[in-house]
């Protein structure tokens, strides 16, 4: 089954390693230095196998070229590359490489198989550095809108035979950075089940309405963080609402605890005002 991590036998991501790394750190800012690293790391495995000596600093001395052509980066004791024996132990950190999966992995291992080769094809072609690169990437950027998303707008754009990369172009706010999916996927689902056939045939609009909606939704008087000194208010998490509007809540506007009554208040408001926005004359 393919992974975001390893979606064909020729692309690996090594986006999360080493387990040890500065924040923001990004590879395509080392490429020359770490082809030299990686070739060396390849050459001394192969001749002295997994010696045990845990990582030290911000490199691992286990990420190397797998092949001999140097298209594959990977994990040198990745259990893939040995007939099921995991070898990671070597490091130190084997109890957080196996733990370890971005979110846009776990947003593509919900989807379907048939949308997850639909949503590969915009990084198809890219080399594992820039593959493995969340400013390169686009998909470390368009995953995290979800299944709830990309599932049904898969489907939908299927219908039209539209290939991912044109669904893209004529919904850019899929892939625009100026937008936080996972900020802001509660209003593109409000938006998206209100109306999801024109939307689709006519793929701007949904941006359009969005950012609608959006600017609605910020006028709204209970916007503003509750107090998370009332004795009912809990942290977010807590409060058993949906997962995308907590999301929002947090990330969108910034609360960070809230009583179950005010939250909810705010939610109904909004859904109840997500069917106008998309009503014809709902300006």
Not at 155 to 171: D, I, M, V
Request: with cysteine; hydrophobic share 35%; charged share 20%.
């Amino acid at each position: 089954m393919p992974t975001l991590c390893a979606p064909t036998s020729e692309i690996l991501c090594f986006g999360c390693c080493p387990p040890i790394r500065p924040s923001h750190y990004d590879h395509l800012d080392y490429v020359t230095s770490l082809r030299r690293e990686f070739c060396d790391n390849r050459r001394r495995f192969l001749q002295h196998g997994a010696n045990q000596r845990p990582i030290v600093g911000f490199s691992c001395w286990a990420i190397g070229y797998l092949d001999a052509a140097g298209r594959r980066i990977g994990c040198l004791l990745h259990p893939e590359q040995h007939q099921g024996e995991d070898l990671r132990s070597a490091t130190g950190y084997a109890d957080k490489c196996r733990r370890e999966r971005c979110l846009p992995a776990g947003a593509f291992a919900a989807l379907s198989p048939e949308a997850q080769e639909y949503w590969l094809e915009p990084a198809g072609g890219l080399c594992s550095f820039y593959y493995s690169s969340t400013r390169a990437n686009p998909l470390f950027h368009i995953l995290l809108w979800g299944a709830e998303i990309l599932e049904p707008l898969y489907r939908e754009a299927s219908r039209f035979g539209w290939t991912a990369t044109e669904l893209l172009w004529k919904a850019p706010i899929l892939s625009d950075r100026n937008w936080s999916p996972r900020g802001h996927r509660y209003l593109m689902r409000l938006i998206w089940s209100a109306d999801p056939s024109s939307l689709t045939q006519h793929a701007r609009l949904l941006e359009n309405h969005c950012r609608k909606f959006w600017d609605r939704v910020r006028g709204l008087p209970g916007i503003q963080p509750c107090s998370g000194d009332a004795p009912q208010a809990a942290y977010l998490h807590q409060l058993g609402l949906d997962a995308d509007y907590v999301d929002f809540l947090r990330i969108a506007l910034g609360w960070r605890r809230a009583t179950w009554e005010c939250a909810r208040t705010l939610q109904l408001e909004i859904e109840q005002m997500a069917a106008a926005t998309v009503r014809p004359g709902g300006d």
